[in-house]
Antibody
Framework: QVQLLESGPGLVKPSETLSLTCSFSGGSISDSYWTWIRQPAGKGLEWIGRLYTTGNTGYNPSLKSRVTMSLDTSKNEFSLKLKSVTAADTAVYYC??????????????WGQGTLVTVSS | QSALTQPASVSGSPGQSITISCTGTSSDVGGYNYVSWYQQHPGKAPKLIIYDVSNRPSGVSNRFSGSKSGHTASLTISGLQPEDEADYYCSSYGSHTVVLFGGGTKLTVL
């Protein structure tokens, strides 16, 4: 069974870079799109971006200037870096597999999520 | 592109049916059959319950069904059960932003 697990610092200072890793188990990380989605407390979901196993990426235009995603197939991991963070970036961050090919038709499975707080 | 529009809350009694709408534009919901729905219980990750407008993943109850008309997709839950109380989110491919989510709908089972 495919499982995803997010990891990374739970507290990041303003203006610094948020770094998270998603570990994948139960299958092959190849030939899939991998995505990051976040959710501020009490609010809705926001798509951050996606990464294909070739390294091809696509980002939310509202975050594009600050986001970098990368993949390490040898470790079955993919990562998210979000630079110059502010309090508005405080959220639960989820990693998920995008299904359906190039078009993001649905997301399954999801990781359990990890809370990142931006505060000094 | 703005988020897809969902009602903030809906409610129903056990055994009843409810419908949650998700309204977009011709650039997203109306232009593609790539609408998905997620159920989220408090403190948990979202769970896929409908994909490609009306398809149910294996293991999801047939009480959940999806449809689309024009720019509006809908999720219907029939035979409401207490465990259906959760937040529900729609999502769609969008030609400008790639992925859009609705603002979420809180379902209360009375």
């Amino acid at each position: 069974q495919v499982q995803l697990l997010e990891s990374g610092p739970g507290l990041v200072k303003p203006s610094e870079t948020l770094s998270l890793t998603c570990s994948f188990s139960g299958g092959s990380i190849s030939d899939s799109y991998w995505t990051w989605i976040r959710q501020p407390a009490g609010k809705g979901l926001e798509w951050i971006g996606r990464l294909y196993t070739t390294g091809n990426t696509g980002y939310n235009p509202s975050l594009k200037s600050r986001v970098t995603m990368s993949l390490d197939t040898s470790k079955n991991e993919f990562s998210l870096k979000l630079k110059s963070v502010t309090a508005a970036d405080t959220a639960v961050y989820y990693c998920a597999r995008q299904e359906g090919g190039w078009y993001p038709r649905w997301f399954d499975p999801w990781g359990q999520g990890t809370l990142v707080t931006v505060s000094s | 592109q703005s988020a897809l529009t969902q009602p903030a809350s809906v409610s129903g009694s056990p055994g009843q049916s409810i419908t949650i709408s998700c309204t977009g534009t011709s650039s997203d919901v109306g232009g593609y059959n790539y609408v998905s729905w997620y159920q989220q219980h408090p403190g948990k990750a979202p769970k896929l319950i409908i994909y490609d407008v009306s398809n149910r993943p294996s293991g999801v109850s047939n009480r959940f069904s999806g449809s689309k008309s024009g720019h509006t997709a809908s999720l219907t839950i029939s035979g409401l059960q207490p465990e259906d109380e959760a937040d529900y989110y729609c999502s769609s491919y969008g030609s400008h932003t790639v992925v859009l989510f609705g603002g979420g709908t809180k379902l209360t089972v009375l």
